[in-house]
């Protein structure tokens, strides 16, 4: 069965930090790049930041650019997004999305990260 579970989402302070974990099983994960997106009540779907299947190359939407690092540890199956200097815009359900480079790809649960005081 193929899988991306994620975990790490919850209520948070603005200015505040979390870490979202989306742990792969039944696919080679090494072989597909994966994305964080998010989507906030009333909004579309939006791409915060991709790695790709190595970890060499990683990108960000402008939104999250220096505050959000995206990982992978591909011998625990498992990308990381490291939130930091969190705001209340933030607020949102996260998506991993896991792709190879023919377009391949599956998505996670959702997890909710909620940002406020």
């Known amino acids: 069965q193929v899988q991306l579970v994620e975990s790490g989402g919850g209520l948070v302070q603005p200015g505040g930090s979390l870490r979202l974990s989306c742990a792969a099983s039944?696919?080679?994960?090494?072989?597909?790049?994966v994305s964080w997106y998010r989507q906030a009540p009333g909004k579309e779907r939006e791409l915060c930041a991709t790695?790709?299947?190595?970890?060499?190359?990683?990108n960000y939407a402008d939104s999250v650019k220096g505050r959000f690092t995206i990982s992978r540890d591909n011998a625990k199956k498992t990308v990381y997004l490291q939130m930091n200097s969190l705001k209340p815009e933030d607020t949102a359900v996260y998506y991993c999305?896991?792709?190879?480079?023919?377009?391949?790809?599956?998505w996670g649960q959702g997890t909710q990260v909620t940002v406020s005081s």
């Open positions: 039944g696919f080679t994960f090494s072989g597909y790049a």
């Open positions: 790695i790709s299947r190595v970890g060499g190359t990683t």
């Open positions: 999305y896991a792709v190879t480079l023919n377009g391949r790809g599956y």
